[in-house]
């Protein structure tokens, strides 16, 4: 099978959308089929661009078996509003003639795009039509709805003319498929028959991520005592995570000296969380870790942080979550009563109402005085990563439907 695949984010991206684009490029690539990549330079979670890769050029590359094409854009040192819309619009343009060349010259029989960015999605829609391929959308998260909901951009009438736009692009693919049930309801809403949706999860390997015995090397090395607690948040520091809580939580917990609270990762957010922490004694901030180091990071922690921004409910789904049940450890949530992630995380943790600090530092308290309930929790949470998130299946799943599709 000839595939392209155009999106904004791949490997060697650590975190988010390439992170798992760039997996199931290479997994498809090992499978034998002809795999093509139309993406931008590496930037994220650190929005840098890596060395090498800056500037105003289009670059080809070979990785993982599979023919990737860089295209240049604009990545803003303090993303949001007017300049992220400029970052995303700049992908779309300097990829689209990209992608016809791509199209004519591997003539695919499925093109898949990946969003975000949906603004990239015409230009995928192009070069499907040029070639005469199907054309499939991914929904990573939906970023329209996000954006307004979180205040990054405003306006009734912007919000009105950018989900119109969203809905008719939407209409143009042949299948568009989600990472939970919950968003594939949400494109039900936005006029997709359920009979083009398909559910195409994210997933951990749960082989490499999974329960340590004996000594993590990972808190001697940080100087992190046996005896004391860590309640980690491990993943992209952006805006739409809603890290303040933690931040909330540790300050109220100050004075139990048997809690650490770690946050380790990159993001736009970082620095302005740093600055919010200040001096507390109880908080501490780690670099991003080398994949090689991601089962040890997990299991750094006795218990994982999962924060959830008000407004951004069925609208994303964290893909730190598969890694945090993974690990067998218990998850102290704070999210949106009833969603998507609370849903997800019932039964292998401690849900509280997102942004209630005071309930997320009650939560970290319980899962401290109580060991035997960490340890329920966090069988549950290793059973639930096996049944549900675990990637052979779930990519097995997906070549299944693209097949079906390439041979209708």
Same mark, same amino acid.
């Given at each position: 099978?000839?595939?392209?695949?155009?999106?904004?984010?791949?490997?060697?991206?650590?975190?988010?959308v390439?992170?798992?684009?760039?997996?199931?490029?290479?997994?498809l690539?090992?499978?034998? =089929?002809?795999?093509?990549?139309?993406? *931008?330079?590496?930037y994220?979670?650190g929005?840098?661009?890596?060395?090498? #890769?800056?500037?105003?050029?289009w670059r080809?590359?070979?990785?993982?078996?599979?023919?990737?094409?860089?295209?240049?854009?604009?990545?803003p040192?303090?993303? @949001?509003?007017?300049?992220?819309?400029?970052?995303? *619009?700049?992908?779309a343009?300097?990829?689209?003639?990209?992608?016809?060349?791509?199209?004519?010259?591997?003539r695919?029989?499925?093109?898949? *795009?990946?969003?975000?960015?949906?603004?990239?999605?015409?230009?995928a829609?192009?070069?499907?039509?040029? *070639?005469r391929? =199907?054309?499939?959308?991914?929904?990573q998260?939906?970023?329209?709805?996000?954006?307004?909901?979180?205040?990054?951009?405003?306006?009734?009438?912007?919000?009105?003319? %950018?989900?119109?736009?969203?809905?008719?692009?939407?209409?143009?693919?042949?299948?568009i498929?989600?990472?939970?049930?919950a968003?594939?309801?949400?494109?039900?809403?936005?006029?997709?028959?359920?009979?083009?949706?398909?559910?195409?999860?994210?997933?951990?390997?749960? @082989?490499?991520?999974?329960?340590?015995?004996?000594?993590?090397?990972?808190?001697?090395?940080?100087?992190?005592?046996?005896?004391?607690?860590?309640?980690?948040?491990?993943?992209?520091?952006?805006e739409? #995570?809603?890290l303040? &809580?933690?931040?909330?939580?540790?300050?109220?917990?100050? =004075?139990?000296?048997?809690?650490?609270?770690?946050?380790?990762?990159?993001?736009?957010?970082?620095a302005?969380?740093?600055v919010?922490? @200040?001096?507390?004694?109880?908080?501490?901030?780690?670099?991003? #870790?080398?994949?090689?180091?991601?089962? =040890?990071?997990?299991?750094?922690?006795?218990?994982?942080l999962?924060?959830?921004?008000?407004?951004?409910?069925?609208?994303?789904?964290?893909?730190?979550?598969?890694?945090m049940?993974?690990?067998?450890?218990?998850?102290? %949530?704070?999210?949106?009563?009833?969603g #998507?992630?609370?849903?997800a995380?019932?039964? %292998?943790?401690? &849900?509280?109402?997102?942004?209630?600090? %005071?309930? !997320?530092?009650?939560?970290?308290?319980?899962?401290?005085?109580?060991?035997?309930?960490?340890a329920?929790?966090g069988?549950?949470?290793?059973?639930?990563?096996?049944?549900?998130?675990?990637?052979?299946?779930i990519l097995?799943?997906?070549?299944?439907? !693209?097949?079906?599709?390439?041979?209708?």
């Amino acid at each position: 099978m000839r595939l392209l695949i155009h999106g904004l984010n791949h490997a060697p991206e650590p975190t988010g959308v390439g992170k798992f684009t760039g997996e199931m490029v290479a997994w498809l690539a090992a499978r034998g =089929h002809r795999v093509e990549v139309v993406t *931008a330079p590496a930037y994220y979670p650190g929005w840098r661009v890596t060395p090498g #890769q800056r500037g105003l050029h289009w670059r080809r590359e070979m990785r993982d078996g599979a023919v990737v094409r860089r295209c240049p854009l604009y990545v803003p040192a303090n993303p @949001g509003g007017a300049k992220r819309l400029l970052h995303l *619009a700049s992908f779309a343009a300097s990829s689209l003639p990209v992608a016809m060349a791509a199209a004519r010259s591997l003539r695919p029989e499925v093109v898949i *795009a990946v969003a975000p960015t949906l603004l990239a999605a015409p230009g995928a829609l192009a070069a499907a039509r040029a *070639a005469r391929a =199907h054309p499939w959308l991914h929904v990573q998260d939906f970023e329209t709805e996000a954006a307004f909901s979180l205040g990054l951009l405003g306006g009734v009438g912007s919000r009105r003319w %950018a989900l119109s736009l969203e809905r008719r692009i939407l209409a143009g693919f042949d299948r568009i498929s989600t990472i939970s049930e919950a968003m594939g309801r949400r494109l039900v809403d936005k006029g997709v028959s359920e009979d083009r949706i398909r559910l195409f999860p994210n997933w951990v390997d749960t @082989g490499a991520i999974r329960p340590l015995d004996g000594v993590n090397p990972l808190r001697a090395e940080l100087g992190i005592a046996e005896d004391r607690l860590v309640a980690l948040y491990a993943g992209t520091m952006g805006e739409k #995570q809603g890290l303040e &809580v933690l931040v909330s939580a540790a300050e109220l917990l100050e =004075h139990d000296p048997r809690i650490l609270f770690v946050l380790a990762g990159e993001g736009a957010a970082k620095a302005r969380l740093a600055v919010r922490a @200040g001096r507390l004694g109880n908080l501490r901030f780690l670099p991003l #870790q080398p994949a090689a180091r991601l089962n =040890h990071l997990l299991n750094l922690a006795d218990l994982h942080l999962l924060p959830e921004r008000e407004g951004a409910a069925d609208l994303v789904m964290p893909s730190k979550l598969g890694g945090m049940l993974a690990s067998g450890r218990p998850v102290a %949530a704070a999210v949106i009563p009833g969603g #998507q992630i609370a849903r997800a995380v019932e039964g %292998a943790g401690l &849900v509280v109402p997102s942004g209630d600090a %005071a309930a !997320l530092a009650s939560a970290v308290r319980l899962l401290a005085d109580d060991p035997a309930l960490r340890a329920t929790l966090g069988a549950k949470a290793r059973s639930r990563a096996r049944a549900d998130w675990d990637r052979e299946p779930i990519l097995a799943r997906f070549e299944g439907e !693209l097949l079906a599709l390439a041979e209708a």
